[in-house]
């Protein structure tokens, strides 16, 4: 499984992103799948993730301003995020657990200037 990240980028405080993930085949539909963030010097962190059943789970600096959602016809993921805040500003991971094993995307970085 490859999981690609594409979305990141530099915007404004109050404005929006979304970032994608593209999976390399059919899993999503039968995969947990999540949106993590990581801070030079600092621990990966979760922000949200998504039960197989589509249950949906957000920090709670998140809550409100991001949305996690999947299209599994497109094998594709997403983390819509608006109102973006400077303490958004990290390199993101979408990540799968699919038959017991994690697999994870590359990152992209997402910086939000004040």
């Known amino acids: 499984v490859q999981l690609q990240a594409s979305g990141g980028g530099l915007v404004q405080t109050g404005g929006s992103l979304r970032l994608s993930c593209a999976a390399s085949g059919r899993i999503f539909g039968a995969s947990t799948t999540g949106w993590y963030r990581q801070v030079r010097g600092q621990q990966r962190e979760l922000v949200a993730d998504?039960?197989?059943?589509?249950?949906?789970n957000y920090v709670d600096s998140v809550k409100g301003r991001f949305t996690i959602s999947r299209d599994n016809a497109k094998n594709t993921m997403y983390l819509q995020m608006n109102s973006l805040r400077p303490e958004d500003t990290a390199v993101y991971y979408c990540?799968?657990?699919?038959?017991?094993?994690?697999?994870w995307g590359q990152g992209t970085q997402v910086t939000v200037s004040s």
């Open positions: 998504m039960s197989i059943l589509g249950s949906t």
């Open positions: 990540k799968v657990r699919f038959l017991g094993s994690d697999y």
